[in-house]
């Protein structure tokens, strides 16, 4: 039986009446990346700010490995990586892996920190200012400063905006990677052929209501659509149906 690791049961947040997330409800398995897709204002970084806590709910519940996510026990469990990175300039790659192990009151983690960085590739770039990395590092870098205490799920916003082919593919490999591991990754973003490629299964919001969800095969079966339906054919064609 897979273990949920997150879920998100009838949330909602609104505000003065604009409703930006109205009453969605998904899960995460551990080991899964899913995909929380839809076009600009459709509710998705709200959502991720809500789960995070940094956005206060309107209603609805959210859990985190079974713990609801006011509990300071499960703020351990996540990671947040923001679409752009929180990176101090005048900090070297190590220096950032070291604030953060004072910020989370992390002994001996230098082993492991090292261990981080060689595995994405930057453990030669250790002694390097933080303005002087290229985007695609200094969202790496992001990665090993979230991976430093160990969580189970990592929230990530629009990762790949920005980003050159080569570092695209290199944080795409790091996501897998991170799976691999048995983690887990809800991924924001509007790049349908990105999530196509990367996600076991898709979340569609529209206007802050969840219209699809499943696999890629479980949406084509859910609209009639053939084999070689792409994601992006498949949601505008759900979007049309809505303004029908």
Not at 142 to 162: M, N, R, T, Y
Request: charged share 30%; aromatic share 6%; glycine share 8%.
């Amino acid at each position: 039986m897979e273990r949920k690791v997150l879920e998100v049961i009838n949330l909602k947040k609104h505000y003065k009446g604009n409703k930006a997330v109205d009453g969605i409800s998904f899960h995460l398995n551990a080991g899964e990346i899913v995909g929380l897709t839809g076009p600009n204002g459709a509710g998705k970084t709200t959502t991720i700010k809500c789960i995070l806590g940094l956005l206060r709910k309107t209603k609805g519940r959210i859990l985190v490995d079974g713990m609801d996510s006011t509990k300071q026990e499960s703020k351990y469990k996540l990671a947040y990586i923001p679409e752009t990175p929180d990176i101090y300039p005048m900090l070297t790659v190590w220096e950032h892996l070291k604030f953060i192990a004072l910020a989370y009151y992390i002994d001996n983690w230098q082993e492991y920190g090292s261990e981080i960085l060689k595995r994405f590739d930057l453990w030669d770039k250790k002694d390097s200012l933080g303005r002087d990395l290229s985007k695609g590092m200094r969202q790496k870098l992001s990665i090993c400063c979230a991976l430093l205490h160990k969580p189970d799920v990592f929230l990530v916003d629009e990762p790949l905006v920005g980003l050159d082919p080569k570092a695209i593919r290199e944080l795409k490999d790091a996501f897998k990677a991170l799976r691999a591991e048995g983690k887990s990754l809800l991924i924001s973003t509007h790049m349908l052929d990105t999530a196509e490629g990367l996600c076991d299964r898709i979340v569609v919001l529209k206007k802050g209501t969840l219209i699809m969800e499943g696999t890629i095969e479980d949406l084509r079966h859910k609209v009639n659509a053939g084999e070689d339906t792409s994601l992006e054919d498949l949601f505008l064609e759900v979007t049309e149906d809505e303004k029908e």
